[in-house]
């Protein structure tokens, strides 16, 4: 058996082995060759694991393809910090209207708000914050509970969505909510988005951007805030221990809107 | 007790031709508003996001509520055996039909999609109260339309045992029916104005008001058409009685409501707001449901002499009905109007109209829907009065 053969573990092929049998110059190169290629190989594959591991830090999952089971031990929830929500900022709820279409009419009373910014101030002294406030993906969410037709569901996720098919626009759900986090659509709309059907006469809300989520990307106002503004939201699975947003949310001390009323809201604020 | 006669209104009165022209007309006009409401979106309406339920809601939640207040006769009757009741059995079951089909006609044509009718039939989540009620509501009127088979057919009509068990499983589906109504807003964790098992009772109480309410001018309007004397000085007595304890009735719920209310710090703000300080509500409130439907109709029917009259009972059903609406009014519209209280002791502003009282003004489509239940049930009520004999000939004191 020579020097560099497959079958010479001691020895390795093209790693500065010392064999002291005599061994042609071209043999040499090809080992140098081989060795070459093995370390760029090696090195590409590192870089790239490295840069694709980078890359998906910031996603929650990867992409479920269409025609998957929603994991169900997945809850997907927010945490949001006030503090780095600032008062004048809007990018999220801009983010929002060009990710699903809606936006102003010039009809504020009926125009639909999936998500919208809260000012909160003490009357007792002043002190206020500022906070985004969307369909809070309540674990019991009411509007669940008393839609009639089970338009209004709960995805096995967490994610609470409307059936566009089923919804009869009753509006009872809109009563329900606690959160004032659902609109009913008053007039026909135009250009919408494939990934958010609306329909006229029918409820909406928030959908946690679920089309993104299921592709393995950030809920748009998450990743507005991330590129553009303080960087207030974290999306994530709030079942994993291991997610950024569970380590937070065990870590640091943070609240639910109204969680008195026992909906289990996936949506938790801090430095409120 | 002597057989009772009943008979069908035959007279070509130009009356009972207005009442139906009349009625009609609004029902098209209720139908023309609903297609508007419908092409247009409701947009058209004074309804918004904040105020999510308008007067298309106070009227159907009003006949729903005395569609099973209608058939205080039939149960009267039957149920607890008063057989001075049993002449208006038939018209009891009748109007409780036909005010329920008026109730659910605009409920159903100021949903966002009325034409997903099927789904709604056919698609239940049994966790919402609004899916029971649909059973409830289909139900009603399926068994008061056996109770009407059981009164009218002259072969089951001889079976008493027959009609008890109807008339009791009448009599205990409309509690029920009711009080899945009142649950609709009871059941409602979010809002301060609801959130409350009272609102059940509460709703029974002002069923039984309501639907005797509409039975007096029932029985008033046949007796203008037909020159009858159905309501005699014995009937106008005892309607007096009854309705006075009706609405005795709806005042404790009511005053209950409002005193847990206050008992409660948290509640101060929506008690402060329905009954102080709330623009319109307290006003709709203190005139309309306390002072019109409430404490001068109960004066009327106190007084004396006149408080008996056949006339004292007609005013007095009509000042309960005004009473009724206005209530209703303040429940469902003054309920919302009321901001959500998202952080507790916190002043909150946004785009979306957040901590602001909501603004809330009826559009004309809304009216002619609402008002067109109405008249679908007095058209239907006119109708059947012609087509089978409902009404007694003649009572007997």
């Not at chain 2, 605009?106 to 919402?128: E, H, Q, W």
Request: hydrophobic letters at 45%; aromatic letters at 10%; proline letters at 4%.
């Amino acid at each position: 058996m020579s020097c560099g053969s497959k079958g010479d573990k001691a020895c390795g092929s093209g790693h500065g082995c010392a064999c002291k049998t005599s061994a042609r110059a071209d043999d040499f190169d090809a080992s140098r060759r081989a060795f070459l290629r093995g370390s760029a190989a090696t090195a590409i594959t590192t870089l790239a694991v490295g840069v694709t591991l980078y890359s998906f830090s910031a996603a929650p999952a990867a992409a479920r393809a269409p025609g998957d089971k929603v994991n169900p031990k997945t809850r997907w929830g927010l945490l949001i910090d006030a503090s780095k929500c600032g008062d004048g900022c809007n990018a999220c709820v801009t983010a929002c209207q060009t990710e699903n279409g809606w936006g102003d009419t010039g009809h504020p009373e009926t125009d639909a708000q999936w998500i919208r910014k809260l000012t909160v101030r003490n009357p007792k002294n002043g002190a206020s914050f500022s906070l985004p406030m969307m369909c809070q993906h309540c674990a019991d969410a009411p509007c669940v509970d008393v839609c009639p037709t089970g338009a209004s569901f709960k995805r096995a996720d967490g994610i609470v969505l409307v059936d566009k098919h089923t919804c009869i626009g009753c509006r009872y759900c809109m009563m329900a909510c606690p959160y004032k986090a659902r609109s009913f659509v008053h007039e026909p709309v135009t250009d919408q988005k494939p990934h958010a059907p609306r329909g006229k006469g029918t409820v909406e809300s928030c959908t946690l951007c679920v089309h993104r989520v299921d592709e393995g990307r950030l809920p748009a106002c998450v990743e507005a805030c991330s590129d553009t503004a303080g960087g207030a939201m974290l999306f994530g699975d709030l079942n994993d221990p291991t997610s950024e947003i569970s380590k937070r949310v065990a870590t640091y001390r943070t609240m639910r809107i109204r969680a008195d009323l026992g909906t289990n809201p996936g949506v938790y604020y801090r430095n409120i | 007790m002597a057989r009772i006669a009943y008979h069908k209104i035959e007279r070509q009165d130009r009356l009972y031709g207005g009442l139906l022209v009349l009625n009609a007309a609004v029902i098209l006009a209720g139908l023309g508003a609903a297609f508007v409401m419908e092409h247009h979106g409701h947009i058209v309406t004074g309804m918004n996001n904040q105020i999510v339920w308008g007067l298309p809601h106070v009227f159907a939640v009003f006949l729903i509520v005395a569609a099973s207040g209608a058939l205080n006769m039939a149960s009267l009757s039957t149920v607890f055996g008063r057989a001075e009741y049993k002449p208006f059995a038939r018209l009891s079951g009748l109007l409780a039909m036909a005010l329920l089909v008026g109730g659910l006609s605009v409920l159903v044509l100021d949903l966002g999609r009325p034409d997903r009718l099927i789904v709604a039939m056919t698609t239940y989540n049994f966790k919402s109260i609004f899916a029971w009620n649909i059973f409830l509501y289909v139900g009603f009127l399926a068994v008061v339309a056996a109770y009407l088979f059981a009164m009218m057919d002259r072969v089951v009509a001889r079976s008493p045992d027959t009609g008890k068990v109807i008339g009791w499983t009448a009599f205990v589906w409309r509690l029920v029916l009711t009080t899945g109504t009142g649950s609709i807003f009871g059941w409602l964790v979010a809002r301060e104005a609801y959130d409350a098992a009272i609102m059940a009772p509460l709703f029974i109480a002002a069923s039984l008001l309501y639907g005797l309410a509409f039975t007096v001018l029932v029985l008033a309007t046949v007796d203008r058409l037909e020159s009858r004397n159905l309501v005699t000085d014995a009937m106008a007595g005892r309607f007096r009685g009854l309705l006075a304890i009706f609405a005795l009735a709806v005042l404790y719920f009511t005053a209950l409501h409002h005193l847990t209310n206050l008992y409660a710090s948290e509640h101060h703000g929506i008690l402060r707001f329905l009954l102080l300080d709330g623009g319109v509500y307290p006003a709709l409130f203190w005139v309309g449901q306390i002072m019109i439907g409430s404490v001068v109709p109960l004066a009327i029917l106190a007084a004396p002499r006149y408080g008996r009259s056949r006339s004292a009972i007609v005013i007095t059903s009509v000042l309960f009905l005004i009473g009724g609406l206005a209530q209703m009014y303040v429940i469902i519209i003054g309920g919302q109007a009321y901001p959500l209280n998202l952080f507790p002791g916190m002043e909150v502003t946004s785009s979306f109209f957040d901590g602001q009282v909501a603004r809330y003004t009826a559009s004309l489509p809304e009216f002619l829907l609402g008002l067109s239940g109405l008249s679908i049930a007095i058209l239907l009520t006119a109708v059947a009065f012609r087509v089978l004999p409902f009404l007694p000939s003649q009572i007997r004191d």
